[in-house]
């Protein structure tokens, strides 16, 4: 945490820090996603010395976080299904996208 951080925020570094381990990210990244997210905060709110006007301007990363969380995963990725449909044999594999490749495999 940066010098001169309040109580508030050592918590909520600690906080974040936590639910990204507990996601199964590094401790590093962990670490690097709070330190971001709890310096964006101290931006937002005036705590820190300078801000760039993206931290002053965009969404607040708690809403962020609370219109994301509740999107699902979005399924497989075209890799994921990719390599399902060649150990299934599809032909034709090679020129499909990620939708095409999903049909295919019943999804």
Request: proline share 4%.
């Amino acid at each position: 945490m940066p010098q001169g951080s309040s109580p508030k925020r050592e918590r909520q570094y600690e906080h974040i820090k936590a639910g990204a381990k507990q996601r199964g990210e590094s401790t590093g990244r962990a670490e690097e996603i709070a330190a971001r997210t709890v310096n964006k905060e101290r931006a937002r709110s005036g705590e820190a010395k300078t801000a760039s006007r993206t931290s002053k301007q965009d969404m607040p990363s708690s809403r962020r976080g609370g219109l994301r969380s509740h999107s699902g995963s979005g399924g497989p990725t075209y890799e994921q299904l990719y390599s399902e449909a060649r150990s299934r044999n599809v032909k034709g594999r090679s020129s499909m996208n990620k939708a095409q490749l999903a049909r295919a495999l019943g999804r």
